[in-house]
């Protein structure tokens, strides 16, 4: 009945120790792990520990954008140089992930894996094109988080696979995230995140505009008609409510104790069009770089 | 007034803080005692069945491990108020989370393997989940005969046979009907207010230890001397047998009076012969603990065009649950319900219903925010109808002075008007503000507890000249035991520091009836201040004979014996005692306070029902921004103005206006426990949101000072008016800047839309 | 089961425990420092925050066994002997500890803020405090002793 720790050193190990423990879960930052843990929702018969394994750290810029390690903590995108500078709505999701100490050990792997429909990193990961890179012992693979994430706390993680880091695009755009929470460090009874690229043509235009819808449904989703609509277009007020029309048809909401399908809908076409007008208003100001 | 008082009125530090926050202070989750076993209990997952049987043998296979149910423990009901209770549950089950069996073991992994080993047959039964539905003829019985009532709670009570109705009363004064027929405006409206939990931080926590024939409980508890009367009957045993002992109470909020715990840590310490400890889960508070006591509030007032309120009919429904612990909060709305206001023709009734869902019990405020939501809410539709201003339609209405109220005493030392004219002032009532921006009022009051509100006190001087201090009523976080100290300390003429204070532990400490009800400053303060004063004249008596000097020459002050008469005098506290201990007698005060026969009589009421001191009044304004487009209200500041007597210890009665405020908001805007079916859908902290350090707006807490003769020091207490009225305030904000009214608490976003659209669809066709 | 080498208050400790006992229980259980409250376990209320590696975390929610090799400080590890600190003197003097049972937890939280942020602004203060509950200060007095600790008062 004892749950065993296991304590990899490396990625290999810890893969092995994957595949071994048929019953095992990786733990990374526990913040949401040993909660369930405790509520008796799951009861492994082994965690195997992803904090000594180095492979899942550091942030690093590439050509094609920045790799993320898995074992990246809230804190740590929240004090990252380089995200700041470069996709700043990352670190602004970040900073309102529930409290300060789930921020210190919760990880940016355990949230995505995690997948609890409100968390706020997936929308802002989702809207910046991000793609999880999973590895078992004998290979790995890339999905993108459009596919990575597949119900309600699921995710397309498989039994032996880890996470080890999450790529997202090197935006030359404008970024915003927008939570609508009672109180801020509660979960997101919707939270938008909405990516424009400025068109270097036309200017005021935007070339593409990414959304990011958390909370709302049991999913977090890319709001794909919405975006197309979106091609090429100003801006302006009337836009963005239509947009924000729009994606609240995309949005399959669920009820729960914090709010009701039908606000949640309604939310969403708030929120987009709140979150698009900021993203413009953005762009606007400084072409790239982001909130 | 001008004090020239030391101790009383200065913001001295508490004696027990520095347990506390270095981490020592012993709460009841922290108690251990050798050898001694975890304890937990299997519940039920139904709200209403038939147990066709329970089957433990499997569990008490396991080694090490004692398993008990209704077998096993005395064929008696309890309940402070009405006795409808069983250790566990026999024949069938009333609520998802009722007791069925408990179990035992050398750690809490282990009981809950042999929790999980019970069989337990069900059959499911019909069941009530609101008070209405209960209330109907032909509705299932949540109990099929009552045990009897105490008459501690009531002074008559008046079940309906055969019903889901607990208990009726009214309370009738003048020709309500033929009043609201000459009012030239009549309205009527209703309310309601939802369930909430108390979130204290600390569960609760019991250890129960049965050596010889002798019981020993540790507990965190707000009326131990209760508890230990109860416990003791349930058992059979002499309340001299019947130790109850307090922790640290890590905040009560009316949670922490009835039983819960205690009665089956008790049978599993007496049939494992082990010590037995019990701590709930978050998640049993929320589903089996108790919550309040909701209630709909119907009201009919009749106005006059000036804006006079002509007469007033009430009529509250309470949903009590399986446990009929919603009584006292049901019954005080008798004398609470109408709120601070001057109204001749009244009827108040009220109705308490059980229902198949966890017992709604006392929460801070007992009532009276329930009815209060009700009636502020209705003044300020009142005044928009007569185009009157809300604050003015309150200045004209409110109880003064001399007025006769609601139960026909004489008011006394009110100083209401103050308050609401102070927070008027300071939330900068009729000043321009931003369009999305409301401002909302809202006066309350509250009565004093009577029944059987009694308190006793011993002080005792030590040899050094410091002295020491024993009441039985528990702290529970409100600084009584600072408050205490001070009390003591001005009358000995001591520093604070020297003052010690033991508090309820029924076998060291006197009687108490407990920390409820706001009762403790005055009920306890007065038993202290008699016994100090009792001790006091017993020094100098001593002291007179040591110097020859009639007991009347002399004083105390700064540790010493002093005299006008004779200023060379100087005797020490510390030369008194020696003598004292030496050669003649300890010196031990003692007070005694409550009970009727010490409630002074007024003149000029001497024909009518005494006269009851230490009636509450408050009054609360808050600005809150809306937005429209999503109903998320944020308040940005609150004022709270209090008619507290005589402030004692500025830190406490700000902490306690801060604090009862913060939890109006989170009562105003967000608390509620929802159901499915009878079952607590959000039992936890995630999906049961308390305010967090992120919504607390600038709060301005207002002393106002009118000397109540009867207090300890013209002190009242203030303990539970905060929460009151902030939802009502709230609301009338949200109707100042959107033009809806919401009558269901609480004012959660999603509502405030509903109100909105459904307006606009009114408005718009 | 486990034998854990941890490092609390400055003192070394070897405590045997399930492989993935938590921080809290090792604390209290095992090592008798009841300074960390339980009052969810479920990392929502803070009670039984205390620091690692200067960090504040719900011990709740944290594996004892990954705490070796780095500094545990709990409430216990504040003041000097019967002394407090100047951050706990101001906690009382503010009326910051009604109950007491967030106590511990909210001190544990203000001082990983405050040697973070020595100078943080009320808003600040509040967003330091998310991870913690109290239902009795209604926050206020909180905020105003750590306020004051930071003007030097
Ligand atoms: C009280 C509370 C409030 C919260 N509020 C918010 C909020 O407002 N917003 C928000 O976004 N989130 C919120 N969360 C979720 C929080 O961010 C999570 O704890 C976090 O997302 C999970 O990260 P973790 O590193 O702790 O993962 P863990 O708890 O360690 O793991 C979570 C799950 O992911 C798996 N996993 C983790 N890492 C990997 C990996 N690299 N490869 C494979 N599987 C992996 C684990 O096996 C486990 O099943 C809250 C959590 C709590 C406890
Ligand atoms: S006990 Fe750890 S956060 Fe509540
Ligand atoms: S003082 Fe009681 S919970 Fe904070």
Known sequence: ?291 | ?765 | MALLDLKVNGQEAQVEAPDTALLLDVLRERLFLTGAKRGCETSHCGCCTVRVDGMAVHSCVVLAARCQGKEITTVEGCGDGMELDRLQRLFLEHGAVQCGYCGPGMLMAAKALLERNPQPTLDEVKKGLDGNLCRCTGYTPIFDAILAYSRGA
């Open chain 2, 1 to 765: 007034m001008a004090d020239d008082y030391r101790v009383i009125g200065t913001p001295v530090v508490r004696p027990d803080g520095a347990e506390m926050i270095s981490g020592q202070a012993v709460y009841g989750p922290d108690v251990t005692q050798p050898g001694m076993l975890w304890g937990k209990i299997l519940r039920s997952p139904l709200p209403h069945a038939r147990i066709r049987s329970i089957d433990v043998e499997k569990a008490r296979a396991l080694p090490g491990v004692t398993v008990i149910s209704a077998h096993d423990v005395p064929d008696r009901r309890y309940g402070y108020a009405i006795e409808d209770e069983q250790i566990f549950a026999v024949e069938k089950v009333r609520y998802a989370g009722e007791p069925v069996a408990a179990a035992a073991a050398p750690d809490e992994e282990r009981a809950l393997e042999a929790l999980s080993l019970i069989d337990v047959e069900y059959e499911e039964l019909p069941a009530v989940f609101t008070a209405a539905e209960g209330a109907r003829d032909g509705a299932p019985l949540v109990h099929e005969e009552l045990g009897p009532a105490r008459s501690v709670y009531l002074a008559s009570w008046n079940p309906v046979p055969g019903t889901n109705i607990i208990h009726q009363a009214s309370h009738h004064r003048g020709d309500v009907d033929a009043a609201l027929a000459r009012a030239d405006y009549v309205f009527e409206d209703t309310f309601h207010a939802s369930q909430i939990h108390h979130c204290y931080m600390e569960p609760h926590a019991t250890l129960a230890s049965v050596r010889g024939s002798e019981v020993t409980v540790w507990t965190c508890s707000q009326e131990v001397f209760q508890l230990r009367t109860l416990l003791a009957g349930l058992f059979a045993i002499p309340e001299s047998r019947m130790r109850v002992i307090n922790t640290k109470v890590g905040g009560g909020f009316g949670g922490k009076i009835e039983p819960r715990l205690e009665p089956v840590a008790v049978a599993l310490s007496m049939h494992s012969r082990k010590p037995v400890k019990m701590v709930m889960t978050r998640a049993e508070e929320f589903t089996a603990a108790a919550g309040s006591t909701p209630a709909t509030v119907t009201v009919k007032t009749g106005v006059m065009k000036d804006g006079t309120l002509a007469a007033r009919d009430i009529d509250f429904l309470w949903d009590t649950g399986a446990h009929a612990e919603g009584l006292p909060p049901s019954n005080r709305a008798m004398k609470d319900g109408n709120g601070p206001y001057r109204v001749h023709d009244l009827r108040i009734s009220s109705t308490l219903v059980y229902t198949n869902k966890m017992r709604g019990t006392q929460l801070r405020g007992l009532g009276v925010p329930e009815g209060a939501f009700a009636i502020e809410s209705q003044m300020d539709m009142i005044a928009e109808r007569l185009g009157m201003d809300p604050l003015e339609l309150r200045l004209k209405n409110i109880l003064q002075e001399g007025d006769i109220n609601s139960i026909d005493d004489v008011v006394q030392s009110i100083g209401l008007q103050e308050c609401l004219e102070s927070v008027a002032r300071e939330i900068g009532w009729g000043e321009p503000k931003p369009p999305n921006v409301g401002r909302g009022l809202a006066v309350i009051a509250k009565s004093p507890t009577t029944h059987s509100s009694i308190s006793a006190a011993y002080v005792q001087f030590n040899e050094d000249g410091s002295a020491q201090v024993l009441v039985g009523a528990s702290e529970i976080g409100q600084g009584m035991t600072v408050v205490m100290c001070q009390i003591a300390a001005e009358v000995l003429g001591l520093p604070v520091e020297q003052v010690g204070i033991s508090s309820a532990d029924t076998a060291t400490t006197p009687y108490d009836r407990g920390t409820f009800s706001s009762r403790v400053t005055f009920y306890t303060g007065m038993a202290v201040k008699i016994a100090a004063e009792d001790a006091r004249n017993q020094l100098l008596d001593v002291a007179s004979r040591m110097v020859e000097i009639p007991r009347e020459d002399l004083a105390v002050a700064e540790e010493r014996v002093v005299s006008p008469v004779h200023p060379e005098l100087s005797l020490t506290f510390r030369e008194v005692l020696e003598r004292a201990h030496t050669s003649e007698r300890p010196i031990l005060g003692r007070g005694t306070y409550g009970g009727k026969g010490d409630y002074p009589t007024l003149p000029h009421k001497a024909q009518r029902k005494e006269y009851v001191p230490g009636w509450k009044y408050a009054a609360q304004a808050v600005e809150a921004e809306i937005d429209e487009e999503t109903g998320i209200i944020r308040v940005r500041r609150i004022a709270s103005a209090h008619d507290v007597g005589k402030s004692l210890n500025p830190t406490s009665v700000d902490g306690q206006i801060v604090g009862g405020v913060v939890m109006g908001l989170g009562y105003a805007l967000h608390e509620r426990l929802q159901f499915d079916n009878g079952r607590i859908v959000n039992p936890s902290f995630m999906d049961y949101k308390i305010p967090s350090s992120q919504e607390i707006p600038e709060i301005a807490p207002i002393a106002v000072e009118v000397p109540l003769p009867e207090g300890p020091f013209g002190a009242k207490g203030i303990g539970e008016l905060a929460i009151v009225g902030i939802a009502p305030a709230i609301g009338n904000a949200i109707h100042q800047v959107l033009g809806v009214r919401l009558k269901e608490l609480p004012l959660f976003p999603e509502r405030v839309l509903e109100a909105v659209e459904s307006q606009r669809k009114d408005h718009g066709g």
């Open chain 1, 1 to 291: 009945m004892e749950c065993k720790l296991i304590r990899p050193t490396d990625l290999d190990e810890a893969l092995a120790a994957r595949e071994e423990y048929t019953d095992g879960l990786p733990i990374a930052g526990g913040q949401s792990l040993l909660v369930m843990m405790r509520n008796r929702l799951i009861s492994p018969g082994a965690l195997i520990d992803l904090e000594p394994v180095e492979a899942l750290r550091g942030i690093e810029v590439q050509s094609t954008g920045i790799s993320i390690g898995a074992m990246n903590t809230c804190r740590q995108l929240i004090a990252s140089p380089v995200l700041r500078e470069e996709v700043g709505v990352l670190p602004s999701a970040a900073r309102q992930v529930s409290s300060t100490a789930v921020r210190n050990l919760g990880t940016i792997g355990g949230n995505v894996c995690h997948n609890e429909p409100g968390a706020d990193l997936p929308p802002v990961l989702l809207a910046l094109n991000g793609r999880a890179v999973l590895r078992r012992r004998t290979h790995g693979r890339e999905v993108p988080l459009e596919e990575f994430f597949t119900g309600y706390f699921e995710t397309a993680l498989e039994a032996d696979e880890i996470l080890c880091r999450i790529d997202i695009e090197h935006p030359n755009a404008a970024g915003v995230y927008l939570k609508h929470a009672i109180s801020p460090e509660d979960l997101a009874i919707v939270g938008v995140a909405a990516v424009v690229v400025p068109d270097s043509e036309r200017p005021g235009a935007v070339a593409e505009a990414r959304i990011g819808i958390g909370g709302a449904a049991p999913v977090p989703l890319r709001a794909s008609r919405t975006e197309a609509a979106l091609k090429g277009a100003v801006l302006d007020e009337e836009t963005a409510r239509a947009a924000g029309e729009l994606a609240s048809t995309e949005v399959d909401t669920g009820s729960d104790p914090h709010a009701s399908a039908g606000y949640r809908r309604k939310m969403v076409a708030v929120f987009v069009r709140r979150a698009l007008l900021h993203a413009a208003n953005q762009m606007m100001g400084n072409g790239h770089g982001a909130a």
